[in-house]
């Protein structure tokens, strides 16, 4: 179990769960094209592109982590036919779950998204059709992205649970799940300052760690947070400082080989950021996997500017592979 006082999450995911949220998260990054057009990848997938899209990417991403469609959840374009099939099964309910479908507006016909985390307080989710805020266009947006969003938001309509979703339609607790199915948990951060260089890649070194009982970070400044074979959850934080504003820049992860001289074999979904200041906060939460014997490691680049890294912190739950 993870220590209270590095994360605060009642929710986990077990196999099914997270090969949806692993599906899901594919995606993140993923803008329409052209720009407000609704046109996607997934609307061509589910056979009516040009549409809103929301519920479409949940009906596709389902489908594609190998849930039954109109058997273990809803196939269709519309929120409000979605909410009408949960509740219709008996699967719909005001408690969140770990691979339940959140539904948004009157009726919950506004909007929909992915719950992938269960905290005290809000949800993590991934959704299509949306924007990086709920505070701001929170449906009718222009691509895939993972937020955080308050459970007491007046927004949230309710959940729906498909049958291979972790926990049951009535219970009342947050997810339940056997032993086996917890995840280990690594917290690292950063106290010395890094520089980083224009237009090129700067590899993330991690030199405090918070929790690592399974001695995946190597002792002392090392950028290795941890090694496979294993699937993840992930949450980056960066602060940048002395760089202008409006200065463009990318976070990522990658998987490297440590037989290969660390070259990078994977590289997991970008995250494009625009600075607001010249101290700039940026948070990122990748899920994937790593391969067996491979290394995960964090990166940053500027364009254009020179920055300094002056602080940074990681955050992962992860299950052997």
């Known amino acids: 179990m993870p220590s209270t006082t590095d994360s605060s999450t009642v ?6 769960s997270m090969a949806v949220i692993r599906r899901a998260a594919r995606d993140i990054g993923m803008r329409e094209k052209p720009p407000g057009s609704n046109r996607t990848p997934l609307g061509e997938a589910f056979g009516w592109n040009g549409v809103a899209w929301c519920q479409i990417a949940q ?6 982590a190998g849930y039954t469609p109109n058997v273990d ?36 016909g506004t909007h929909v998204e ?15 059709n949306t924007s990086g805020s709920l505070n701001g266009a929170y449906y009718a947006g222009d691509g895939v992205y993972k937020k955080s ?4 938001s007046s927004r949230i309509y309710g959940y729906g649970y498909p049958f291979k979703a972790t926990g049951s339609a009535d219970d009342s ?14 917290s690292l951060g950063g106290l010395k300052s890094q520089e980083l260089a224009a237009d090129k890649w700067t590899t993330i070194w991690w ?3 918070y929790s690592d009982k399974h001695k995946q970070h190597g002792d002392g400044n090392y950028p290795t947070i941890m090694s496979g074979p294993a699937y993840f959850m992930s949450t980056v934080g960066i602060t940048i400082e002395d760089v202008p504003k409006g200065t463009e820049g990318q976070l990522r992860l990658i998987e490297v080989n440590p037989k290969k001289d660390m070259k ?3 590289t997991y979904p970008i995250q494009e950021f625009t600075t607001t200041s010249g101290r700039h906060f940026e948070t990122y939460g990748p899920i994937g996997s790593v391969s067996k014997g491979m290394r995960l490691r964090a990166q940053v680049v500027l364009f254009g500017r020179t920055g300094k890294l002056t602080g940074r912190t990681v955050k992962i739950f992860y299950w052997d592979k």
């Open 114 to 128: 992915l719950v992938v985390e269960v905290h005290p307080t809000y949800v993590v989710t991934i959704g299509g």
């Open 207 to 209: 030199d405090k760690e």
């Open 264 to 266: 990078v074999s994977k």
């Open 11 to 16: 929710g986990w995911a077990n196999a099914t």
């Open 59 to 64: 009906s596709i991403w389902f489908k594609e």
């Open 173 to 186: 607790s947050s997810v339940v799940i056997g032993e086996d199915d917890m995840p280990k948990y690594i």
């Open 149 to 152: 969003v308050s459970r007491s």
């Open 73 to 108: 959840y809803p196939w269709t374009a519309a929120c409000a036919a979605a909410v009408s099939w949960f509740k219709r099964k008996g699967r719909f309910g005001r408690t969140p779950k770990v691979g339940a479908m959140i539904f948004y507006g009157p009726g919950g």
